[in-house]
């Protein structure tokens, strides 16, 4: 029988709701209807891709620790395995082949945040110590992947890995596994407000979902079009600091009521073209509290996985154009176990 992880929850929190060993948060509500529900949005055959080129914004301007991915040949006879001809090795062999590998910081791009990718310092067993916890109580370098050794962390083998622990709870395997396919809502907020950076609260929110007639229902994935991914595009892989940490809207994750939107709404996952959905640092707050509040509320409290950078604009468009924002969303991580987060190439089709 399985053993609760904890003794105290977060306020407002989801943990146990899916069972004491959950480890797929609100992805539990995209059931099989869920899934028929997107289906059931597909009129037209059309499909969009939903990523950035995965070496895109370019640079590491958005995060300095973050760097474009490195794409080299693998080694074949001491040589680069590209355009390798297999002449060389026996003159009966007509092969030429290519074969590669790729170094990748796997949230440079378009991307998944796992659910263990931020946690918080809680007092989950009750003996009036916070420790690093994470969705469900799930602790860190224990449960959840994590260096298994302190001194091992950071430590690069050939393609820059380090040593883990073997669990994989809460990994973005767990969320390949489940196919992350279900129905996509999209709210534009840059058909009203372009790319003028705006810190949407609650309240501001409503008002574009009166104005579209968008509606949430339990299970949705819900992705917000701010035209970001857009411009990053247009930079051509040089992006301009003033214009990259300045423009286009984002969620104000210190408003109250809007945390409390996503829980009533029954969201499964929200999904932004911006850098980290929220805004990035903070609204200001005094006191101790999470710099990421809205990764805290979603990831740590709900598990709802959040998604960024996704290229939203020519689907938005087109959306609009046909008077429309629900669609089939199919958009799985790698099935990478112990990654805490995954690039992806999401797919909506109308």
């Known amino acids: ?85 297999l002449a060389n090795d026996d003159p009966n062999m007509t092969d030429v082949i290519c074969d590669d590998l790729v170094v990748m910081h796997l949230q440079y791009s378009t991307q998944w945040d796992s659910l263990a990718h931020v946690g918080s310092l809680f007092d989950a067993n009750g003996d009036g110590v916070p420790e690093p916890v994470f969705y469900n ?62 810190v949407f609260g609650y309240d501001r929110l409503m008002r574009i979902l009166d104005a579209d007639k968008v509606e949430i229902e339990t299970g949705d994935m819900v992705l917000i079009h701010t035209g970001f991914a857009e411009m990053l595009l247009e930079m051509k892989g040089d992006p301009d600091p003033g214009k990259a940490h300045h423009l286009c809207a984002v969620l104000n994750g210190r408003d109250k009521r809007l945390l409390n939107w996503i829980t009533d709404t029954g969201l499964a996952a929200l999904i932004a073209d911006n850098y980290g959905v929220e805004a990035v640092p903070a609204v200001d707050h005094e006191g101790c509290c999470a710099s990421l509040p809205l990764h805290e509320h979603c990831l740590f409290k709900l598990g709802v996985n959040l998604g960024e950078m996704w290229h939203l604009t020519p689907l938005a468009e087109w959306l609009r154009a046909h008077k429309r924002n629900r669609f089939l969303l199919t958009a799985p991580p790698l099935r990478l176990p112990g990654a805490v987060g995954s690039p992806a190439t999401p797919v909506a089709t109308v």
């Open 1 to 85: 029988m399985a053993t609760k992880r904890w003794v105290n929850r977060p306020e407002g929190s989801t943990w146990g709701d899916f069972g004491p060993d959950d480890q797929l948060g609100r992805l539990n509500l995209v059931t099989r209807e869920k899934v028929l529900q997107g289906i059931g949005e597909v009129r037209e055959g059309k499909s969009f891709c939903l990523s950035l080129p995965l070496d895109y914004p370019g640079k590491n301007v958005l995060n300095p620790r973050r760097l474009p991915p490195v794409l080299r040949p693998t080694s074949r006879a001491g040589k680069p395995n590209m355009n390798y001809v």
């Open 137 to 198: 109580g799930y602790r860190a370098g224990k449960d959840i992947i994590g260096p298994s050794d302190p001194k091992d962390a950071g430590a690069e083998g050939p393609l820059g890995a380090v040593s883990t622990s073997n669990a994989t709870a809460l990994s973005v395997a767990r969320m390949a596994e489940n196919c992350i396919q279900g129905r996509g809502v999209m709210i534009d907020l840059h058909a009203h407000v372009k790319r003028l950076r705006i």
